[in-house]
T-cell receptor, first 109, second 114 residues
Framework: AQRVTQPEKLLSVFKGAPVELKCNYSYSGSPELFWYVQYSRQRLQLLLRHISRESIKGFTADLNKGETSFHLKKPFAQEEDSAMYYCALSKGSARQLTFGSGTQLTVLP | NAGVTQTPKFRILKIGQSMTLQCTQDMNHNYMYWYRQDPGMGLKLIYYSVGAGITDKGEVPNGYNVSRSTTEDFPLRLELAAPSQTSVYFC?????????????FGPGTRLTVL
């Protein structure tokens, strides 16, 4: 069965420092992976997806099939990056998502 | 576009009561989903639908029922509320296409069963 693991429940960094949110997955097929973010008092929303290979708000994530990882990185964290981040894997007829337990990122001034 | 709307925002139920959580989307999306989120946990899929008249169970369907009579609406029914169903419920939708597409989420319904 597919599984998504985010080992850090809480992560704090100082403004301007690099940040990396870890995500590991287990899945027998070709994974489609996403990062979703929930800012305070806002809805859960898509941050980025691995197939797009894009950078959104300075964040990037590279799929490493050998290590079964999809870590989210940003070289210089900003206070507005403080939020809850979820890694998710898509599979099935409706592309339904399996979520990790989330990492609460706090960027300190 | 309002996107995905959910009602109510909050609800307190007594054990054994029933209720329906409403979900509507105005984006003409084929796929719709119900997730629940318990404290400190990620979202878990309850039910999903690939189109009107078609629904299927997710990871945690026990104690819930759904229907999809129209493209827009995907209500979630709790028949006999139990304390274990205390959670935040999220509805989401996405369009059908090649590969996985972005899911759009509603604001959530916070349910407490006492």
């Amino acid at each position: 069965a597919q599984r998504v693991t985010q080992p850090e429940k809480l992560l704090s960094v100082f403004k301007g420092a690099p940040v990396e949110l870890k995500c590991n997955y287990s899945y027998s097929g070709s994974p489609e992976l996403f990062w979703y973010v929930q800012y305070s008092r806002q809805r859960l929303q898509l941050l980025l997806r691995h197939i797009s290979r894009e950078s959104i708000k300075g964040f990037t994530a590279d799929l490493n099939k050998g290590e079964t990882s999809f870590h989210l990185k940003k070289p210089f964290a900003q206070e507005e990056d403080s939020a809850m981040y979820y890694c998710a894997l898509s599979k099935g007829s409706a592309r339904q998502l399996t979520f990790g337990s989330g990492t609460q990122l706090t960027v300190l001034p | 576009n309002a996107g995905v709307t959910q009602t109510p925002k909050f609800r307190i139920l007594k054990i054994g009561q029933s209720m329906t959580l409403q979900c509507t989307q105005d984006m003409n999306h084929n796929y719709m989903y119900w997730y629940r989120q318990d404290p400190g946990m990620g979202l878990k899929l309850i039910y999903y639908s690939v189109g009107a008249g078609i629904t299927d169970k997710g990871e945690v369907p026990n104690g819930y029922n759904v229907s999809r009579s129209t493209t827009e609406d995907f209500p979630l029914r709790l028949e006999l509320a139990a304390p274990s169903q205390t959670s935040v419920y999220f509805c989401a939708s996405s369009y059908r296409g090649q590969g996985a597409n972005e899911q759009f989420f509603g604001p959530g319904t916070r349910l407490t069963v006492l």
